[in-house]
């Protein structure tokens, strides 16, 4: 069993940065690829990035391509999402999950977090 929590999250203006971390707990961290993924009301859930279990590959959505990065310290149980360039398109509930694949497809998910609130707005 694994347990995410993600952190972070807030209120920032367009153009602004915000760095998102997922800390785990429980199983064998460095086993599990880990996505992060954005939900709004009424749409379905984005992949956003994914990262191996090493951290050596990393899959981005097009529409985050140059803005986000994703690494992870499996010394610290943590992935980061380091989001640069915001714009009220961002506006999300960010969640990361655990899973055995690097996808940015949401259904090899195994593992949630609760989610962090991502608004920007001027």
């Known amino acids: 069993q694994l347990q995410l929590v993600e952190s972070g999250g807030g209120l920032v203006q367009p153009g602004g940065s915000l760095n998102l971390s997922c800390g785990a707990s429980g199983s064998t961290f460095d086993s599990y690829a880990i996505g992060w993924f954005r939900q709004v009301p009424g749409k379905e859930r984005e992949g956003v990035s994914a990262?191996?279990?090493?951290?050596?590959?990393?899959n981005y959505a097009d529409s985050v391509k140059g803005r986000f990065t994703t690494s992870r310290d499996n010394a610290k149980n943590t992935v980061y999402l380091q989001m640069n360039n915001l714009k009220p398109d961002d506006t999300a509930v960010y969640y990361c999950?655990?899973?055995?694949?690097?996808?940015?497809?949401?259904?090899?998910?195994?593992?949630w977090g609760q989610g962090t609130q991502v608004t920007v707005s001027s």
């Open positions: 990262i191996t279990s090493r951290g050596d590959v990393v």
């Open positions: 999950a655990a899973s055995l694949w690097a996808t940015l497809a949401h259904y090899p998910y195994d593992y």
